[in-house]
């Protein structure tokens, strides 16, 4: 998520209290690791991500969208 997030930056984040919406930055699970994406779309079977560097990331593009129920917090500092 660079440039907006650095490799090893704290970022606080909570689980989701609220709908998600486009621009958010989310944590999720996938496969057996948490990855920080900004929400591109949201679908009824699932939220679309992208990365910030869209050269580098590997994103929905990549793996499609990712479950609901995968997403474990929603990133509310800092706030990009």
Excluded: C
């Excluded at 050269?55 to 129920?69: I, K, M």
């Amino acid at each position: 998520m660079t440039p907006a997030y650095m490799p090893g930056q704290l970022v606080i984040a909570l689980r989701p209290w609220r709908s998600m919406v486009v621009g958010d930055v989310i944590i999720f699970q996938h496969g057996q690791i948490e990855k920080l994406k900004r929400v591109r779309s949201l679908h009824h079977d699932g939220v679309h991500v992208i990365g910030d560097n869209l050269a580098e990331s590997t994103d929905s593009r990549a793996f499609g969208h990712v479950a609901y129920q995968s997403v474990t917090a929603i990133v509310i500092w800092p706030r990009r």
